[in-house]
Nanobody, 124 residues
């Protein structure tokens, strides 16, 4: 069983930045693709960003392109989501997820393990 723990959420003003971290318990971290999703109150969980197991490929939802950056440090079993130029509409609980095999990065059902989520609130 792989455990994922997110951290780095908080309250920030519009235009500010936050960096989310997702640390995993599995020593096979380098074999997982990693994704970030978010869920706002009353809305479905939506894809934000993903990174291939090697870190060579990244994918983003259109509304965050140019503002968010996903990265990973396999030696630290950790994935990151750097969020810049934050907007009130980015307010949500952010979840990290790990995928074993496959490449359907934008679909939540393709992921095998999930963290508990971290709250990000952007004030206007």
């Amino acid at each position: 069983q792989v455990q994922l723990v997110e951290s780095g959420g908080g309250l920030v003003q519009a235009g500010g930045s936050l960096r989310l971290s997702c640390t995993t318990s599995g020593r096979t971290f380098s074999s997982y693709a990693m994704g970030w999703f978010r869920q706002a109150p009353g809305k479905e969980r939506e894809f934000v960003a993903a990174i291939s197991y090697s870190g060579g490929k990244t994918y983003y939802e259109d509304s965050v392109k140019g503002r968010f950056a996903i990265s990973r440090e396999n030696a630290k079993y950790t994935a990151y989501l750097q969020m810049n130029s934050l907007k009130p509409e980015d307010t949500a609980v952010y979840f990290c997820a790990a995928m074993i095999g496959g490449s359907d990065y934008s679909h939540a059902k393709a992921y095998n393990y999930w963290g508990q989520g971290t709250q990000v609130t952007v004030s206007s």
